[in-house]
């Protein structure tokens, strides 16, 4: 089988996924453009701050955030889209933000690792869906007329 250029499909989607009994969170998938797309500018700007310190050197940047920190602002921003049912401290409901749920990811491994776990979930149903729709591709063809293409021996043509 020959190696063909197809269009990349985009595999997105969003759903509703229950974190607990009384917490359900609205997520994208992690194939998402923007958040790669924010990943990859993040891991180039910590390799710039690293690049700073010599060899055997350790450091740290005014006001530089750890790797877990921004990774928390990406998820916040990009993956996690929404909440039912979250609480702030003293269990008032909380409104959901891109910041507040940054800041809830870098409070709480629990809910970090859940983003992470369902967001992959997300996209994976999401190319599943796709590929189902889709379908496979047909096997190439040889170029051969066939059917109704091809020429009858003895046949008149009709044209003029």
Request: hydrophobic residues 35%; glycine residues 10%.
């Amino acid at each position: 089988m020959a190696l063909k250029m197809t269009k990349k499909e985009p595999v997105s989607g969003e759903k509703w996924v229950p974190f607990d009994d009384e917490t359900k969170i609205l997520l994208s998938g992690i194939v998402n453009d923007a958040y790669q797309v924010a990943l990859e500018r993040m891991r180039r700007r910590l390799q710039r701050n690293d690049a700073q310190f010599d060899e055997g050197e350790v450091g740290v940047i005014d006001g530089e955030r750890t790797e877990h920190q921004n990774h928390c602002l990406l998820l916040g921003h990009f993956i996690v889209k929404g909440w039912e049912g979250v609480q702030d401290a003293d269990g008032n409901p909380l409104k959901y933000t891109p910041n507040a749920a940054a800041d809830l990811l870098d409070a709480n491994i629990e809910f970090f690792v859940f983003v992470l776990r369902e967001a992959g979930k997300i996209s994976a149903q999401a190319k599943a869906e796709l590929d189902e729709t889709v379908g496979k591709p047909s096997p190439a063809s040889s170029g051969k007329e066939s059917g109704a293409g091809k020429a009858k021996r003895g046949a008149r043509s009709t044209s003029a």
